[in-house]
């Protein structure tokens, strides 16, 4: 699977938008782009995940560049219970390898 | 709540003892992953079973087992136990095959080893 990198820690204002940055500069064609978050020690929670197109759910906007070299996760208002590690994660067939992530603190 | 269930939520044992992690899946997933989360290695990925068979194989010691039983549930077992196996154990399942299908957590089972 691809390598990701992403900034360690990000802040956010409550209500403003957070937007988490990855970088996937080895992604091959057939592999997807997942995010995933997990709050304090809780199970991970998949929030979207995209191919070459952007993507929109409840949750988030996904917004993978043309060249798909990188994307970025948008949370549209962010609010207190955002605050999280978000994991950027490069799946083909093969099993989910997750990095150390960016913990997102949203701040009143 | 993600559906997925695992017993026991904390576990403290010693050092050279075994246990088992139990995983019960969401309800019509056929394959099961586990998960490693300690303080200083991240959430590393251990093992995958699809349908009772061994799918995929990550970072697991060989003093850990898994297996998938008919009705779906899995169990992870650790012998042998160190310091160093103290963390997270989670487990995932999902719908399908592969690492591509949507993986749902379950809350984890924390162990200490003393």
């Known amino acids: 699977d691809a390598k990701t990198t992403q900034p360690t820690s990000m802040d956010c204002a409550e209500g403003r938008a957070a937007n988490l940055p990855c970088n996937h500069s080895?992604?091959?064609?057939?592999?997807?782009v997942y995010w995933y978050r997990q709050i304090h020690s809780q199970g991970p929670q998949y929030i979207i995940h995209g191919l070459k197109n952007n993507e929109t759910n409840e949750m988030a906007s996904l917004i993978i560049t043309e060249d798909r070299k990188s994307s970025t996760l948008i949370l549209p208002h962010a609010t207190l219970r955002d605050t999280a590690v978000y994991y950027c994660i490069v799946v083909n067939n093969n099993d989910m390898r997750f990095g150390a992530g960016t913990r997102l603190t949203v701040k009143p | 709540d993600s559906g997925v269930t695992q017993t026991p939520k904390h576990l403290i044992t010693a050092t050279g003892q075994r246990v088992t992690l139990r995983c019960s899946p969401r309800?019509?997933?056929?394959?099961v992953y586990w998960y490693q989360q300690s303080l200083d290695q991240g959430l590393q990925f251990l093992i995958q079973y699809y349908n009772g068979e061994e799918r995929a194989k990550g970072n697991i010691l060989e003093r850990f087992s898994a297996q998938q039983f008919p009705d779906l549930h899995s169990e992870l077992n650790l012998s042998s136990l160190e310091l160093g196996d103290s963390a997270l154990y989670f487990c995932?399942?999902?719908?399908?095959?592969?690492?591509?299908?949507?993986?749902?957590f379950g809350p984890g089972t924390r162990l200490t080893v003393t």
């Open positions: 995932a399942s999902s719908g399908g095959t592969s690492g591509r299908a949507r993986q749902y």
């Open positions: 309800s019509g997933d056929l394959s």
């Open positions: 080895t992604i091959s064609g057939n592999e997807y």
